[in-house]
């Protein structure tokens, strides 16, 4: 058993700030999910000060999404100045298989950067593993994510060849280290509908990471089952008028009011 | 008449991926517009990976606000792109007539790329005809928007100069073709108080078009029309305390929960 | 007394334009913000372009977050091109203090822009007062935004130092020019929860300062009251359901369509 509540409550306790170079689609969405939880956000992405936003900070997320060539050093100083201090990394390889760049950069972080973990969809992870494959836009397609005997798989190998814990999102969760997985079977479909709970989700991913130092397979696991969680929230509160408009109001509404109880109730997920 | 039903049922049921090249104020609401119609958005910037990006995708739209020098050369590149595979590619001049960056880089845009329609309010339309003008700023001035007449001979020029079809968006939207012009009375004004409606409506086009193969004039008028139609049915939820905040989140409401037959049914226009 | 109803009054009526040179974070909230007060918005941070466009305008913003390197020259041209045409600049030293990048752009910016208005948190102020400083991130820390006497102190040394009107706000705001103070007491810490509060109250600074020309302590006093007046507007109308995401709905929403009857009514200030 994974004491998901014991996690949250770190979170809203300890207050980690984190380190975002991110896309610029939902770069508000994740500075907002982050004040959600109850931690705190920064965002910059210029290689020349990265290093020193990193040295504040209590953990780090690189994220590929609207990637520029312009940012690309700045993910590299920046992983490297947080795996010299110890901060946990977070890598979201957002489109890891859609471009070039997206995938070369992707693959040379893995080699040069030490990751706490990697949450990804289905083709993103596999791309991850495979090298470069053929991938539609940046969502997984749908015969993927119902595929969640290849997401293990995928989850397991990266993990392995990373020793980052993976973190594979469709409509079961995987997460895997080198020796465990837990399924996670909380969300709710409607969340595709709104952009950027993947990559909110890899924000919640290292505010728990940093609030649970030694626990990273746990932290992660607690932190999908709490976004898994919250959409359920706030899919249960969409009344006849509502749409994705309200969904992404409500997703943040559950973030901020989640209670470690209700966590611990919610949450769906089985060891293997 | 115009078989608006059909257009938006081709939509939800093709789900367009379409690629942006866009500005960073409106960025995640043409994000989640798209999703909430239906489609699917990716956007990403960088020259270096907008080909492949623009390969995977079925439709394209290049949006000039935030303009930055460093992504123009990029916009060309998709454009030509996607005009070799035949993707429908859409222009949000942003500012044309503002500035020189923006209206140099429309007037090139539209030399070297073939585009299958264009969106924009009545002075940036004017700017496109008529070189560089000068313009207060990315909204329409009120006295140009009320000018139907004006904006439909502006539309109908850059039609006939570009082969694209033109839509003007103001208090009542002309939408021209080489042929034919439509004028579509939907929308509400408080529309005119949520940034990147225009933007957003540009995103819905792109969907419309690439979900309607050979029926741009048809798939333009239509985007146009649900999005009128979504302002309309948003601004009549505006409860007395509500303002801005609210009707921006019940228009992606309105989108992503408009029926075919609503549409159909409250759509108000008029064939010249 | 300061005629907070008549500072208000002016924005809606006169509807100035204002240039944001601004961050990606909250840029969406920053339009959002001055299209709810009255005001209209428009951003652009290329050098290339930002004289033109600061030409066009009202006042200009100023804000650090996410800076890059490739547009801190345009804020030079910017901010000196609009000291030359009058209009009132803005300075938001977002995460002054954290990085040399933000520390030194702001200390060159202070000595070659003139100034009406800098809005930051005391960490930020005390950052420009003292040269560099450690800073916990972005948000001022808990100690920091308590002792109001050190913000006033702060406040009132960059005013002499700067001719700006300073506004350094927190749990009490702090507003000085160089003979006056005013204490600001309205606001709620749920605002805190909400990327941008800070952003969004310089962007409204500036169109204060630009509806009412030759009163800019007035009108930094009146913004920053009116921005926790509906920080408290908001809070009172959160449900049981209710958290950040909603905040950040109803703050815009309160902005909208806050009165200035109920401006004058709310806001709790003391002179010294």
Known sequence: MIDFARMLGNVRERAPLVHNITNYVTINDCANILLACGAS???????????????????????????????????????????????????????????HLRTDAALRLLDEVRFAAIRGNASEIRALTQGAAAERGVDAN???????????????????KTGAVVAVTGVTDVIA???????????????????????????????????????????????????????????????????????????LDAVSSLTARELERDARYEMR
Do not use: W
């Open 41 to 99: 956000p920064i965002m910059t992405d210029d290689p020349e000060e990265v290093e020193e936003i990193t040295a504040i900070s209590d953990a780090l997320v690189i994220n590929l999404g609207t990637l520029h060539q312009y940012t690309v050093p700045g993910m590299f100083r920046a992983g490297k100045r947080a795996n010299e201090l110890g901060h946990p990394v977070v890598l979201d390889p957002v489109g890891a298989g859609a471009s």
């Open 142 to 160: 749908e015969g993927d994510t119902s595929r969640t005997d290849l997401a293990a798989a995928a989850a397991a190998a990266l993990a392995a």
């Open 177 to 251: 280290d080198g020796a465990r997985s837990c399924l996670v079977s909380n969300g709710h479909p409607m969340m595709r509908r709104v952009t950027g709970t993947g990559c909110m989700l890899s924000a919640l991913t290292a505010a728990f990471a940093a609030a649970n130092p030694g626990e990273a397979f746990e932290a992660v696991c607690a932190a999908v089952a709490a976004m898994g969680v919250c959409g359920e929230i706030a899919h249960a509160r969409l009344g006849a008028q509502d749409g994705s408009g309200a969904m992404r109001s409500y997703l």
